[in-house]
Nanobody, 124 residues
Framework: QVQLVESGGGLVQAGGSLRLSCAAS????????MAWFRQTPGKEREFVAHIWWSSGSTYYADSVKGRFTISRDNTKNTLWLQMNSLKPEDTAVYSC?????????????????WGQGTQVTVSS
């Protein structure tokens, strides 16, 4: 099992920045990929960004490309999401996820482990 704990959410004005963190523990040697997803009430979970745990290569949703940066330190088992130029439509609960397989980097069903989520609210 892998345990994930997010932190860093909060309230920010449009145009501002936030940095989310996700601390992984447990069987972290089994992690192949990690990602951030977000969800708003009544909507399906949305892919935000992905990173390969070993190589650090990244992939972003078009809606956040150029504004968000995903990074990790796999010696400290920590994942981050730096969010800049935030917009009101970025308001959501953000969750980090870890997966053991190489498939489906943007597919939530392909991730085995999830954090509890952290609320990000962007005011206009």
């Amino acid at each position: 099992q892998v345990q994930l704990v997010e932190s860093g959410g909060g309230l920010v004005q449009a145009g501002g920045s936030l940095r989310l963190s996700c601390a992984a523990s447990g069987r972290t040697f089994s992690i192949a990929k990690m990602a951030w997803f977000r969800q708003t009430p009544g909507k399906e979970r949305e892919f935000v960004a992905h990173i390969w745990w070993s190589s650090g290569s990244t992939y972003y949703a078009d809606s956040v490309k150029g504004r968000f940066t995903i990074s990790r330190d796999n010696t400290k088992n920590t994942l981050w999401l730096q969010m800049n130029s935030l917009k009101p439509e970025d308001t959501a609960v953000y969750s980090c996820a870890a997966g053991s397989s190489a498939a489906g980097v943007a597919v939530s069903a392909r991730y085995n482990y999830w954090g509890q989520g952290t609320q990000v609210t962007v005011s206009s």
